[in-house]
């Protein structure tokens, strides 16, 4: 199996430990690791034995680098069965509600690369862990995508516009990075993963949730975490006046032009600005719009929102082509179907915002 679940027997209670288990390509999402995620959450939602649940990727090089881009290309490419990448979608939006909505404490625990659907999972956990190595990302608009899997949500919580700044730039986050805008909750030595799930299983969990949780906050702060002067020092504290002051504004070609003229010196800066001239134009719109849109919006219907605009994306040519130019072909000149943001139509990027799903016909089951 590529996903593992184990059952941890404490001095009172269980644990259910869920390990993303494909290291080999840094435990990307298949549609059979979404299946069996599902189910496994599902299981121990209804459990009476388990008391929380830990999320970790295996090895040490990722805890999730997103989803399984060459399995969606061949999806999409598959005319025998042109549903499946809008079913694998689906899923993976379920998956990552479900994990927003676990009836029971959830602690995510991630290294190395966090990107795209993985940025999604963690998000959705309750309490979430870092080791020093991490890197997050939503590079989305490299591929002809969005951020997607919720980001609308937890991109919009952000300060200083610094979320449409990582969608339109694909932005990489370090730890300290993370901590400092609170799309992680504390770091951890990588050393410590394990010391921790045995203190975890030490204690006394009553399937009580609010006591569980609780008492999980609690332990959570008494943990030794890294002297921050030795973790790397933030991009973001650097750069974030700059990303406020170039990201303001009504209108979205005027804030791409600031960023792309700005003569800021900094390796990190100049990798997010040639991301964002060479990305999707059509995705920078959606970036854009998904963020103005989702301000008043639920979880549930952000869910429903951006469910509908994957759809949009898997039907036109761009997220096609952005794949075959990164991770099939590899020459990475993508030939989108619009130059410059400029010349994309508002009727094009309207086409992304429909059908608006409600209960009855939803076809994630969202309720």
């Not at 999402?29 to 388990?50: K, N, T």
């Not at 020093?132 to 980001?151: H, K, S, W, Y």
């Not at 990582?166 to 300290?176: D, E, H, K």
Request: with cysteine; net charge negative.
């Amino acid at each position: 199996m590529s996903v593992e679940a184990q059952e941890l027997a404490c001095q009172q209670g269980h644990i259910g430990l869920l390990t993303l288990n494909s290291p080999g390509n840094l435990n990307a999402l298949s549609e059979s690791m979404i299946e069996q995620a599902q189910g496994i959450l599902d299981r121990w939602a209804g459990d009476e034995r388990i008391c929380l649940v830990v999320v970790q990727g295996a090895g040490d090089r990722a805890f999730c680098a997103g989803g399984d881009i060459r399995e969606l290309y061949d999806a999409i490419n598959d005319s025998a069965d042109f549903e499946k990448p809008a079913r694998v979608f689906a899923r993976e939006y379920r998956l990552d509600y479900s994990l927003h909505r676990f009836p029971k404490p959830v602690v995510g625990i991630a290294q190395g690369v966090v990107m795209g659907g993985g940025l999604g999972l963690f998000s959705g956990c309750r309490y979430r862990l870092v080791t020093p190595d991490v890197t997050l990302a939503m590079p989305e608009i490299a591929i002809g995508l969005f951020p997607d899997v919720g980001a609308s949500w937890f991109l919009n919580r952000l300060p200083g516009r610094l979320g449409l700044f990582m969608g339109l730039t694909g932005a990489r986050l370090n730890v300290s990075d993370a901590l400092r805008v609170g799309l992680a909750d504390m770091a951890i030595l990588p050393e410590d993963r394990e010391r921790l799930l045995d203190r975890l299983a030490s204690e006394r969990w009553t399937g009580q949730t609010a006591a569980d949780d609780n008492r999980l906050f609690r332990l959570l702060n008494q943990l030794q975490t890294p002297d921050y002067r030795a973790l790397p020092p933030s991009q973001l504290e650097e750069h974030e006046q700059c990303i406020a002051r170039l990201s303001a504004g009504d209108e979205l070609p005027e804030i791409v032009d600031q960023l792309l003229s700005a003569e800021i010196d900094s390796e990190w800066w100049n990798t997010c600005m040639n991301t964002l001239r060479t990305g999707c134009p059509v995705s920078a719109w959606l970036v854009w719009a998904q963020l103005k849109k989702a301000q008043q919006m639920s979880l549930r219907d952000i869910f429903r929102m951006e469910l509908a605009m994957v759809s949009e994306c898997i039907r036109r040519p761009d997220l096609r082509e952005g794949i075959r130019a990164l991770a099939i072909d590899k020459d990475r000149q993508p030939k989108w179907s619009y130059g410059r943001i400029e010349e994309v139509p508002d009727d094009v990027v309207a086409a992304h915002f429909l059908p608006e799903w409600d209960d009855a016909s939803d076809p994630m089951g969202l309720s």
